[in-house]
Every structure is written in C-alpha cells, then in structure tokens.
DNA sequence: TCAAAAGTGTTGCAGGTACACCCATGA
DNA sequence: TCATGGGTGTACCTGCAACACTTTTGA
C-alpha cells in the first residue's frame, strides 16, 4: 500500500529575513519536531487543490503563489509506511498572514531559512531544494514581488533579493535594473517617523507585472 | 484509492532532430493510442529506481541522466481510477539504444517534438514541460551532451542546441563559447567520405564535464 | 548641525553580436 | 574546377560593474 502527502514550503519575508512556516507535529511518528505542513491526500481531491486547501487552512489566504517542486519517494522517508509525498512552496505577504483558530503560536513558527530546527523525515531537503528553486525562479519571473507588502521601498526590494539569493548587491545598479523593468508606480507615499531621509514608497503595476510573468524575463542582478 | 505510476520522457538526437521515445498501448484504456513508456509504482521501489527499471526494460541502458520532472496529479486524468503519475525525463545516445525483446518496432516509435501524435491520457503535456524543462537546464547544465554519440562534430552539436531551443545560433560565435568552455577533446579524427572539407571530431573532457556540471554553468547562447 | 539612509551621474571595460572570408574535400 | 559545408579574424557596440557624491529627514 502506497499513501501520497501533500507538503508545502511556505515562504515569507520579515526582519531582512528569508522564513519558512514550521509546524510541531502533535501526532506519531516523529511527535513534537518541527515539520512542513501537509496532509495525506483524498482521493477526491486534485493534489495542486489540496495544496491550497493546506495553505488556506494555516493561514487562511487564497489566490497566492504556489508551484510544485516535485515528489520525493525514497522508500524509508516515512517510518512505518511508504508515503510518497508531493511537495508545493508558496510566496506569501507575511503581513497578510493570521494564524487560523486551532493553530497556537506554540505550534506554528516562522524560521529563518538559515537557521531551521530538526525537522522531521526529509523535510530538511525539501526547503534546500525549495530554496534552490526559488533562487531560480526570482531570476526568470517577476514572482519575488509576492513576499513583499503592497507598499514597499525600493531598499526593502533589494534587501528581499539578498536574503533570497543569500548575496550582496549592489544599489546603484540593482535600482537601474529595477527602473529598467518599468513595473514599480510610485505610490506618492514616503516612508514617516525614521530618522533620515525617508524612502519612497512603491507599489506593482499589475500589467506589466502579468506581461512579464508571461513573457519570462532575465534579472540579472 | 489513489494509485501511483511513474513515466518517462525519453529523448534522444537523431537527423539533426529532438526525438521522444513512445509507445503505443496495447491494454485499455486508451488502447491503441501513443504513450509514455511507464509503470504502475511498486510500493517496495523507490519512484527513482522505478524510472530506472523502466528505461532499463526499454533500452537496455543504465546509469543515464534522469530527472524527476513533477508529480501530475488531476482527478481526472486517467480514466476509471484515480492514477497520479510521476514523470521522469531521460537523455540518451540514441545510437546506444537497442529495443528490447518484446519490444517489436510496431509498439516502439522514436517521435519528433513538433509533430507528436495523439497521446494517451496527459501525456502530450507532459511531454511539453519536459521539454520546456529540458530547455532551461541545457543552459545552466552542460547535460545536452548526453544525446550525442561519442564522436561529434561541432556542427552535431550546434544542431543538437538548434533542435532544443528551437532557435537558430550563428555558427561563428556558438564555437567561441563551446571553445571556452574547454570542454572538448579533439580525437585526431575526421568525418570521411564527405563532400567538403571533412569536420574534427571530439569528445568530451570527463573531467572537466563533472566539474561543470557541480559548479553550474550558464551558457548564454 | 550631525547621523543615517535615500537617491543619482558617469566612466571604463568585458564580452556578446554580426559579418565576411578562406580552406579542404569529393565529384 | 566547382559546390559544399568546415573553420577563423575582427570591429562595433551594448550594457554591466564600480565608485562617490548630494539630499532629506529626526534627533
């Protein structure tokens, strides 16, 4: 007997910091290590749906990023039985993000993606290979943008890049590069109450932001 | 009841084309049609080792590139029951590649990528994100070589990007970028009996293909 | 008036693009 | 000697990398 999980790697951006959405199992095997949240398939269900069911009912958003990574089916990743698991990650607005009735903050946990706890069976190899992807994928479509809150500065911009692609860049030309793209409208909105100079605020143009999903792009950063 | 099988997109290089191995069904449903070589998933068998055993079946062949692609999982995509399958895509020499015994050339038909048949089940869009796939890890992986035979011109192997990318390249600077790479050995051969200036032939440098192939490269065709 | 971060102008250089020409072979 | 495809030299030009300076705010 074969038994399919769906598993997501929920990813959002707070504190400078890339982070991932942990849960602490309440149930064997493994009870009380941290794990990626999921659910054994149904049958009725299509495994992308079930996917947003799992994300839905952690952080009650609909409509957001979500890609499959793959399947991960070594024979020993689940003790007792064989379970193939299906992995999705997903991008979320962490402000957007309020913990569901049933889940207390004791259970679910924001890590940072580069100092994650003991994670239970190969949930630890599922977020590198999350990761990587999403490395990947910020490079070639416009889909960094969907961690970030509505309105952000273009520093805020720069510095999700860094904690994703774990490098330093460069201002001067990480914001020539943005311009280039032309999809941030000023929002007319300036950063208060910070000692300096205060920020602009942006905001996406929605258009250009879907043409560009469309049409692929190349960030060369 | 949710049932697993695991198929395979294998491709090879022949007549300066992009070539996938189908075969055609000969049990219901969807008897007749053109498919995927795979199988259903045996629960003592990793889904990696069973895209092995299947390529093995096929071709004779071990220890080739193989790649899991994604988990496809819609209700409906397999008549009857519920199937989701696991697809893997494979790079071979197609010169290495000898059909089994069982397997008569009737069942078994190398296919060009643009002009498919009609295939069973999802099969056909599964063959295009394998192709999609294919596309971006050739530029990032020196794995396109695995489709060539041992001794190849540099023509062979512009058509061979030619014929994945589905793009022309302009012959001069292709050879520019091959030769940085240092990757190829001149083997002191030379095409025969042709009517123009015969073309070195080479093989890769082993070394520095693992090497590469570690480090990630970008080949900006 | 000072500290801190926002925001911009410019120049040199690497490397990609494009083009045209010569070479070796069989018929 | 001609047709065919193999094989190379180079000049232009785009566009990225690197750097330093000005601006605006709160304390």
């Known amino acids: 007997m074969i038994y399919n999980s769906v598993d997501c790697v929920i990813f959002g951006f707070k504190d400078e910091k890339l982070k991932v959405l942990l849960i602490k199992r309440n149930n064997e095997p493994q009870k009380g290590l941290m794990a990626l949240p999921g659910d054994f398939l149904d049958s009725e269900v299509s ?20 890609e499959q990574i793959r399947a991960f ?4 990743r689940y003790p007792g039985k064989r379970v193939i698991t ?3 990650y997903a991008l979320i607005n962490i402000e957007h993000y309020t913990p569901q009735a049933g889940y207390t903050a004791e259970k679910l946990e924001w890590c940072d993606i580069d100092s994650l706890p003991k994670l239970a069976f190969d949930h630890k190899e599922i977020i590198a290979i999350a990761h990587k ?6 490079r070639t479509e416009p889909i960094g943008f969907n961690l970030l809150p509505e309105k952000f500065s273009l520093t805020n911009l720069q510095q999700l890049y860094e904690a994703i692609l774990q490098m330093e860049l460069n201002k001067r030309n ?12 000023d929002t007319g909105k300036k950063q208060e109450n910070v000692a300096h100079k205060p ?13 560009l999903k ?3 792009f190349y960030f060369n950063l």
């Open 133 to 138: 992807r999403l490395k990947r994928r910020v």
């Open 73 to 76: 089916g070594e024979i020993d």
């Open 174 to 185: 990480f914001r020539t590069k943005i311009n280039q793209m032309k999809l941030l409208i």
């Open 199 to 211: 920020a602009k605020l942006y905001r996406f143009d929605e258009n250009i932001y879907e043409k």
């Open 86 to 88: 299906i992995s999705y």
């Open 47 to 66: 495994i992308y749906a079930s996917a947003q069911n799992t994300l839905k009912e952690l952080t009650s958003l609909e409509n957001i990023y979500l």
């Open 214 to 216: 469309e049409e692929g």
